[in-house]
């Protein structure tokens, strides 16, 4: 059974620091990108961040780029993603998913999502 199991999710005052986890199982982890998603109320889902299996290389929303750190483990089929200056703005669901996007930052193409984790970031 294919799993991405997301945690690290809470609650933060602005200008603080969360770590999220995406833990993946019942697929080859190590072929596959991972993106972390984001989805506010009211609004359509965005690409927050992606790492890629083939040479780790990174890329990020121009909103979060120089807060959010994406990072993975392969040995423990996890990705990271450090969130620091959390503003009231990151407040969202966060997602991971895994798949073999051409563009990463688009939803559709990703294969595999997890069930989210709600950050929250009081101002």
């Known amino acids: 059974e294919v799993k991405l199991v997301e945690s690290g999710g809470g609650l933060v005052q602005a200008g603080g620091s969360l770590r999220l986890s995406c833990t993946a199982s019942?697929?080859?982890?190590?072929?596959?990108?991972i993106g972390w998603f984001r989805q506010a109320p009211g609004k359509k889902r965005e690409g927050v961040s992606s790492?890629?299996?083939?040479?780790?290389?990174?890329s990020y929303a121009n909103a979060v780029k120089g807060r959010f750190t994406i990072s993975r483990d392969h040995a423990k089929n996890t990705v990271y993603l450090q969130m620091t200056g959390l503003r009231h703005e990151d407040t969202a669901v966060y997602y991971c998913?895994?798949?073999?996007?051409?563009?990463?930052?688009?939803?559709?193409?990703?294969?595999?999502w997890g069930q989210g984790t709600q950050v929250t970031v009081s101002s």
């Open positions: 019942g697929f080859a982890f190590d072929g596959y990108a």
């Open positions: 790492i890629r299996p083939s040479d780790g290389s990174t």
């Open positions: 998913a895994a798949g073999h996007p051409s563009i990463w930052a688009i939803p559709d193409l990703y294969d595999y």
